[in-house]
């Protein structure tokens, strides 16, 4: 049994810099979900496909922030010119559609900007 | 603006001991799950709660459901060391907006 798996773990990178994140959810699942968290809060939801289609953005989600489905199956989320404050763990969800629609998490990729 | 508020934010017990912790919210939602997190890992489902009233029991924790799903509780039993982590309440206030609004959490230390 394959769960959300998230690559990289870990990214260091300069301010300024271009980050690219991927995720790949529990095969059958048709939803999937980007997070955000930082130290000391929960998780912020930031976007959200049902298949390849993105149906919801967070206002947290800055024009230098853009994620992708583009076959409903794996995703990807890039952060343009990153800046200090992006420093966080970037957590991705994934659920099938039923009637709880439960979110499995990843192990979540953590970012640190310097 | 949906709000979970989770208490008590930190914990700190001996093996062996009872404890209790809350989400509460003046909001109603559809479901309710409860996360375990440990550091530099992703959240960990315990349980999903959906039916106001509701009761579920996993070996030694019980989670309830407020009966008007505004609020949520988890009691762990005889606590042990392998207990130790971030709980997360995280609610879902349905229809087409299937997004998770997270309480901050509550870090829990189990002393041997």
Known sequence: DTGVSQDPRHKITKRGQNVTFRCDPISEHNRLYWYRQTLGQGPEFLTYFQNEAQLEKSRLLSDRFSAERPKGSFSTLEIQRTEQGDSAMYLCASSLAGFTDTQYFGPGTRLTVL | ?112
């Open chain 2, 1 to 112: 603006t949906q709000l979970l508020e989770q208490s008590p934010q930190f914990l700190s017990i001996q093996e062996g001991e009872n404890l209790t912790v809350y989400c509460n919210s003046s909001s109603v939602f559809s479901s309710l799950q409860w996360y375990r997190q440990e550091p530099g890992e992703g959240p960990v489902l315990l349980v999903t709660v959906v039916t106001g009233g509701e009761v579920k029991k996993l070996k030694r924790l019980t989670f309830q459901f407020g009966d008007a799903r505004k609020d949520s509780s988890l009691h762990i039993t005889a606590a042990q060391p392998g207990d130790t982590g971030l709980y997360l309440c995280a609610g879902d206030s349905g229809g087409s907006n299937y997004k998770l609004t997270f309480g901050k959490g509550t870090l829990l230390t189990v002393n041997p």
